[in-house]
């Protein structure tokens, strides 16, 4: 079985600033990690995804995140928000190897306030 | 591709009646997902489908809950008795699944949302 944890359940930032949503998770076997964006009244939004090779994975509107296996993580950075960034993101993950639906598990969510 | 569509948007019902929601996946998109998310909460997963087979339902699914995917394109999600514990936003997902697409098969993408109040 897989879980996730976002530590942060809201981050309020300035426009332009840098921000970090932090996301770990726990499995006992291989995952695959996503990120979502959910705006208000609306449903997810796929922004970025880890399945393989490079740790390092770029996303959608300029936002990235680093897979660190050792530290079961996956946070998503930004370095200059903007007020349009202003929504909840959902950190997510999906077992490997286990056959069957490929559900995903998803974290509590972060909402992410960006402020004038 | 225009996306997961669900139907209706928004439903108001009273307790003890019985509701449906409706989910159109992708075209082509052979596996399909539901989903329930309540406040402050990130979603969970209820069930999946691959074509019209039901595969795995999570135990949140009570008895009082039935889905269907009848020809494999389409899904219904049922909720009979409702109670209030059951006001949550329901969620459809589709997937192209390995062989269609194997780059993105883990790919959800999901619809709007259907939002369900029970008074």
């Known amino acids: 079985a897989q879980s996730v944890t976002q530590l942060d359940s809201q981050v309020p930032v300035f426009e332009e600033a840098p921000v970090e949503l932090r996301c770990n998770y726990s499995?006992?076997?291989?995952?695959?990690l996503f990120w979502y964006v959910q705006y208000p009244n609306q449903g997810l939004q796929l922004l970025l995804k880890?399945?393989?090779?490079?740790?390092l994975v770029k996303g959608i509107n300029g936002f990235e995140a680093e897979f660190n296996k050792s530290q079961t993580s996956f946070h998503l950075r930004k370095p200059s928000v903007h007020i349009s960034d202003t929504a909840e993101y959902f950190c997510?993950?999906?077992?490997?190897?286990?056959?069957?639906?490929?559900?995903?598990?998803f974290g509590k969510g972060t909402k992410l306030t960006v402020n004038p | 591709d225009t996306g997961v569509s669900q139907d209706p948007r928004h439903k108001i019902t009273k307790r003890g009646q019985n509701v449906t929601f409706r989910c159109d996946p992708i075209?082509?998109?052979?596996?399909l997902y539901w989903y329930r998310q309540t406040l402050g909460q990130g979603p969970e997963f209820l069930t999946y489908?691959?074509?019209?087979?039901?595969?795995?339902k999570s135990r949140l699914l009570s008895d009082r809950f039935s889905a269907e995917r009848p020809k494999g394109s389409f899904s219904t999600l049922e909720i009979q008795r409702t109670e209030q514990g059951d006001s949550a936003m329901y969620l459809c997902?589709?997937?192209?699944?390995?062989?269609?697409?194997?780059?993105?098969?883990?790919?959800?993408?999901f619809g709007p949302g259907t939002r369900l109040t029970v008074t």
């Open positions: 997902a589709s997937s192209p699944g390995r062989y269609l697409k194997p780059t993105h098969s883990y790919e959800q993408y």
């Open positions: 499995s006992s076997v291989s995952v695959y």
């Open positions: 880890y399945l393989s090779g490079s740790t």
């Open positions: 997510a993950v999906s077992g490997l190897g286990q056959g069957g639906s490929e559900k995903l598990v």
């Open positions: 075209s082509e998109h052979n596996r």
């Open positions: 489908f691959q074509n019209e087979a039901q595969l795995e």
